[in-house]
């Protein structure tokens, strides 16, 4: 795989970037169904990225977009039935086309915010085997070594991409409400538990939003899952997400409204707010 070179004209760098993402996107392995349904997502955030940021900036980008294919390419599909990959693509196209953000540490993170919280094992693998050896990584030892490879995973992010980047990523994984929800493994309602679980993930959301960084990244995710619910077939799971997400509109309106937010965003407050006061209304 040719190696990019800082000294040579843009053209150059441009076509040897696109090289080497074509032979590294056939490398990954993603299956071929898949692929097909995101392409024209693929496409259009590929050419985003290449009218809006320096060639510097776009092989970063690239970077980031090629670690989150690898990570999530098997991870279950969507609610609505869409490949998993296509969420991160969606959640950095907003941050850059929608609220016009051009941070490169912003859009790195923004394609990768969910793979400390969903991939850790995969980001930290060869760690875990340069401390323990030809071990078996099973469900196990990830349980009982969770917060260990989840430091490993923040590790590789941040010598991969930046302490940046790492940081944000941080507060963006979500931590293990099961847990917290029930410490003892009491033998509870469900139902309690579910509440409990949501008012957990609440507050979550209400602190890491105070972070600039963070609320536009968080923001972007959240508008993706929330704005599709209304479209989902009425189920226990569409229930369950309403219950879920709309206490958690109020407090992103709450967040937009309260000040010291990124500049680019101010100018959309308006906007977000009203995308997120209808689908609200719709789901209640």
Known sequence: MRNFDS???????????????????????????????????????????ASEFLIDQQEKTQLALLKMLKLHKDQADR????????????VSRILVEEFGNRDVDLVSASLLHDS????????????????????VIDDTFVETHKEEIRSLALKI????????????????SNPDFDALANPDHEILDKNEVTKK??????????????DPDVLVIKLADFLTNFTTVPDLEDSS???KFI???VPVAKVFIDRLNQGNIPETLEEKKEDIIRRLVSTSGKLT
């Open 157 to 172: 992010i941040a010598s991969e991409f930046s302490e940046k980047v790492a940081r944000i990523l941080d507060k963006l």
């Open 7 to 49: 000294s040579e004209p843009d053209e150059v760098r441009r076509e040897a970037m696109n090289f080497n993402f074509e032979q590294k996107l056939t490398e990954i392995g993603i299956d071929q169904k898949k692929l097909a349904l995101v392409k024209p997502e693929l496409d259009h955030y590929r050419q985003l990225v």
């Open 116 to 135: 400390v919280e969903d991939q850790a094992k995969e980001l930290a693998f060869e760690e875990i085997r340069k401390q323990y050896g030809d071990i």
């Open 79 to 90: 609610p609505g039935g869409k490949p998993y990959i296509s969420h991160p693509i969606e």
């Open 197 to 210: 679980k949501n008012n957990l993930y609440l507050e979550h959301v209400k602190d890491i939003i105070q």
């Open 237 to 239: 799971q569409k229930t």
């Open 243 to 245: 219950r879920k997400y």
